[in-house]
């Protein structure tokens, strides 16, 4: 008999996947009986046509709306409590949003306030929430963050300079209208990082301490998409077929991880977001092969199968083998998406190592990562992307 796996639960919105599901998102809204929509989204996406786009299909449909866009990556305390002001003083009763993980975090931060009141920051933890936010509608941006299926909000409390984590079912969105087209007005250093950033999902989620059967399908499967299209679509952005494959790699690592949760990759993300403002994706670029290295020995089965799901012939090599061959995998990945910076490029400095060590310890992604890591581990983790 098989073994009996533990009990999982695997929580999903309704999603429409392809090309023309941004379009549908006045009939949702409508479905949701909304009378006022909060419009959440960022300058980047409002100068890419994205908002304009949405903003039509509103008010055709005779949908009012007001306009939020006062955001930055990394979303700040303070910007998803100026958001949730507009939505009370507007008397808005649904929140569409379009963009990337930072406009879907900040919405989702917002639907968190409108509903329980307080301060965004009061939510920190797993399953705080008392009361589900309004009705809420994502149009995905990036290929990346799987903010828009999963059950995380992340955002920046620039007093203590550290990301929250905010984990509660009632953060998954109603409804996610998952649309590649978007895509094709992403930089080329956007969609490789957004990339990276899908990839640490699928990887982290595969070897997380609470993986299930479905989320390694999901995650593996997610693998499999991201090293088949990730660089083809960097290559060619207006390729709709390879930008789709992006989409669907993501959004299969956005629900391996929201159910599986993460790890060391991204603690140490969270910290460098948090503290010096990275933005996410490139930080998990640069630390995903050092955490590899780190983290092998303790589940080196589950990392020979990713290296077989990206084309390494793991069969017949011993660990270390293993284990050095999919990290040069993942250098040489690196090298040719072209995103082989160092963190001593991005402001990081021997000082902070200690204050980044003693912030990423404290995650909550570190519960479920296979190797439980020191203070010191994590400073030498760093030291080695420096
Ligand atoms: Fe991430």
Not at 10 to 21: D, N
Not at 163 to 172: D, E, L, M, Q
Not at 208 to 233: C, G, I, Q, W
Request: with cysteine.
């Amino acid at each position: 008999m098989a073994d009996i796996p533990e009990l999982r639960k695997f929580v999903a919105p309704e999603f429409l996947f392809g090309l023309g599901a941004r379009k549908l998102s006045a009939r949702y809204a409508k479905n949701f009986g909304a009378s006022q929509a909060l419009v959440v989204t960022d300058p980047g996406i409002i100068a890419a046509g994205w908002a304009g786009e949405l903003i039509e299909d509103l008010e055709a449909a005779g949908i009012p709306y007001r306009l939020f866009s006062d955001l930055t990556p990394n979303p700040k305390a303070a910007e998803v409590m100026a958001g949730a002001a507009v939505y009370e003083q507007e008397r808005c009763d649904t929140i569409i949003v379009v963009g990337g993980g930072s406009a879907i975090d900040c919405a989702k931060g917002i639907g968190i306030v409108s509903s329980n009141g307080g301060h965004i920051l009061d939510f920190e933890g797993v399953d705080r929430i008392a009361r589900p936010g309004p009705p809420m509608i994502c149009i995905p941006t990036t290929a990346g963050s799987s903010a828009d299926v999963s059950q995380f909000a992340i955002i920046t409390d620039t007093d203590r300079r550290v990301k929250i984590a905010i984990i509660s079912k009632t953060v998954v969105p109603d409804v996610s209208l998952i649309d590649p087209l978007p895509l094709t007005t992403m930089p080329r250093e956007l969609t490789v990082n957004t990339g990276m950033d899908a990839l640490a999902h699928a990887f982290e989620s595969y070897v997380s301490n609470a993986h299930s059967p479905v989320t390694d399908l999901f995650a593996l499967e997610a693998v499999r998409l991201l090293k088949a299209h990730l660089a083809a679509a960097m290559d060619r952005p207006d390729d709709i077929d390879r930008r789709a494959g992006t989409m669907l790699g993501s959004l299969y690592a956005g629900l391996a991880f929201s159910n599986a949760s993460l790890g060391l990759v991204h603690a140490m993300a969270h910290s460098l977001g948090g503290y010096l403002d990275i933005p996410h994706g490139e930080c998990n670029a640069l630390l995903l092969s050092a955490v590899v290295g780190f983290n092998f020995a303790a589940a080196p089965e589950r990392y020979a199968t990713i290296g077989e799901v990206l084309g390494l012939t793991m069969g017949g090599l011993g660990a270390a083998e293993q284990k050095a061959l999919l990290v040069e995998s993942l250098h040489e990945m690196k090298k040719s998406l072209g995103t082989d910076r160092r963190l001593s490029q991005l402001g990081v400095t021997p000082g902070h190592l200690a204050d980044l060590a003693a912030k990423a310890i404290n995650d909550p992604c570190l519960a479920t990562n296979p190797r439980r890591p020191t203070r010191g581990d994590i400073e030498q983790l760093y030291a080695q992307a420096l």
